[in-house]
């Protein structure tokens, strides 16, 4: 019914992904997908355009009740209306979290590896902040107590979390969130949790828990970035959510609104609640494409000497460890050869590279090629 394999011209449309690298490089980097939004996102952009009037608009009251709906539908998680802080993109919602949830003297917990702007956040914020190394724990990357414990200082204030993780591809179980959820109560925490990847699950049967929902403590402390721009296609309209239970918090995360930070767009408003109301099958229809890209990105790098990766639970996202190819930055040298993937150094890990699999499958094999005739050059 939806054709993903369709092969879609993406050069010269001012996409981030494909303008980078000219010349015969196929960009499995940035975090969008080569695919059309779905029809019905489409139509809604359309029936707006054709009204013609392109004014300043307030959020939606419809599109707050369609994501306060499908909380409480997909994951039994009760938001109040007034909890909602409409946001221009979740990169925002993080950077504001860091500036506004804490005292200038106050220290954030970062995950590593991680999407970069959990960590830029806290150093643009001018707020000092720990890492904290995941552990590849039975083929999933997951936090470990003792480093938590270790990273922690008597001024820590914030934990940010990324869930479902980029770049692990980890879907953080309810028990998992739940001591972490105990741990930031302990040491009286508040938590930034992005949960842009939450509607990307690729595991049947891992189903995603905001971390906010595990208990109302949690909520207390929560501030919850979402949006559906990553996983419905649309991440250049943008637009997103901060779910903030606690007033004292959401006043304070708001200061900056209608200041330096805009609200999202009436594209954005309209590709959202178009999203939210009429496009399930196609996200279950991408879901079980991406699978499918996700089970041959798997086998083909098991069998790629000098690479290795764990499963991916959930994104388009294959965190794979280049480390045993011996090269000093695999990023360049796959680059070199006609792939170009994120370098693992974004995200705090050097010896490894991110490979965006959100792209026609036919591409998909020729890059994992290019790749296998790579690393087998440099293993002989
Ligand atoms: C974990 C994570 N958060 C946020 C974003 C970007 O969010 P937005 O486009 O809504 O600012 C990305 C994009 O790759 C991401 O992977």
Redesign the pocket.
Known sequence: MFDFDLPLERRGTWSTRWERYPGDVIPLW??DTDFCAPPAVLAALSRRLAHGVLGYSVPPAELRAALIERLQRLYGWRVAPDWVVFV???????HLAARHLLRPDQHILVPTPV?H??KRAAVLAGREHAEVPLVLSSGRWVFDEDRLQDALRPHSRLLML?NPQ?PGGTIFTRAELTRLAGFAEKHDLLICS?E??ADILLDQGKPHVPIASVSREASRRTVT?I?P??AFGF?GA?C?FAIIEDAELRRAFSADHHATVHDPSVFGYEASLAAYRDCGDWLVAQLAYLRGNRDLVEREVAAMPGLKMAHVEA?YLAWIDASGLGVPDPQQYFLERGVALSPGAQFGAPGFVRLNFGTQRALLAKALERMKNSSAQKST
């Open positions: 940035v975090a221009s993109g979740v990169v925002p919602g993080l999407y702007h959990l990324c980029n992005d842009i990847h970035l949006s721009n990553k991440p943008g997103a994104t």
